[in-house]
T-cell receptor, first 115, second 115 residues
Framework: NAGVTQTPKFRVLKTGQSMTLLCAQDMNHEYMYWYRQDPGMGLRLIHYSVGEGTTAKGEVPDGYNVSRLKKQNFLLGLESAAPSQTSVYFC??????????????FGEGSRLTVL | AQSVTQLDSQVPVFEEAPVELRCNYSSSVSVYLFWYVQYPNQGLQLLLKYLSGSTLVKGINGFEAEFNKSQTSFHLRKPSVHISDTAEYFCAVSTISGGYNKLIFGAGTRLAVHP
């Protein structure tokens, strides 16, 4: 049982390049999230999805786009990377509101460096 | 708006000593409260949670936390720590906002257990 899997785990980009982070979950969870983690700032929500075909903005959405074409996958895209997007990115998933337990299941993270 | 404040960014402690990691939250509505732990180079995992009922909550690895509504606090405690408890700990608060369970994280407390 893999849980939440993120690819790639490491990536170095040059300013202006684009890339996509892929998140896959095998728990049939309704909700999926993308967070970024920066030193001293905890985790900040970038975008989230409450179901297949739906996405919404979180706290820090600028410079990112997402898509959820399949229930098990949630993609995070950077169209034109900037050094301020250097961070560790975490994907998470959870049950939906009606069966909410509060527990998010996290992937192991993707470390992105933008030069 | 909800917010979470973790009062200590770093807590050094000797092995077998007790520890308390402090967390205060602000919210105008009922909340769910959580502690997550992040071991080096890993994602976050749930340590314990308060949804309702008894204000003293027990979690994994011997940790416990007490919900204090009057002081809006949810401090994490362990009577005797081990080297393996060295990790970063995140307090989080969740409310339902726009039909979605929004989880807000604190900045984290780095627990360093020394022999």
């Amino acid at each position: 049982n893999a849980g939440v899997t993120q690819t790639p785990k490491f990536r170095v980009l040059k300013t202006g390049q684009s890339m996509t982070l892929l998140c896959a979950q095998d728990m049939n969870h309704e909700y999926m999230y993308w967070y970024r983690q920066d030193p001293g700032m905890g985790l900040r929500l970038i975008h989230y999805s409450v179901g297949e075909g739906t996405t919404a903005k979180g706290e820090v959405p600028d410079g990112y786009n997402v898509s959820r074409l399949k229930k098990q996958n949630f993609l995070l895209g950077l169209e034109s990377a900037a050094p301020s997007q250097t961070s560790v990115y975490f994907c998470a998933s959870s049950l939906g509101t009606r069966r909410y337990t509060g527990e998010l299941f996290f992937g192991e993270g993707s470390r992105l460096t933008v030069l | 708006a909800q917010s979470v404040t973790q009062l200590d960014s770093q807590v050094p402690v000797f092995e077998e000593a007790p520890v308390e990691l402090r967390c205060n939250y602000s919210s105008s509505v009922s909340v769910y409260l959580f502690w997550y732990v992040q071991y080096p180079n890993q994602g976050l995992q749930l340590l314990l949670k308060y949804l309702s009922g008894s204000t003293l909550v027990k979690g994994i690895n011997g940790f416990e936390a007490e919900f204090n509504k009057s002081q809006t606090s949810f401090h994490l405690r362990k009577p005797s720590v081990h080297i393996s408890d060295t990790a970063e700990y995140f307090c989080a608060v969740s409310t339902i906002s726009g039909g979605y369970n929004k989880l807000i994280f604190g900045a984290g407390t780095r627990l360093a257990v020394h022999p």
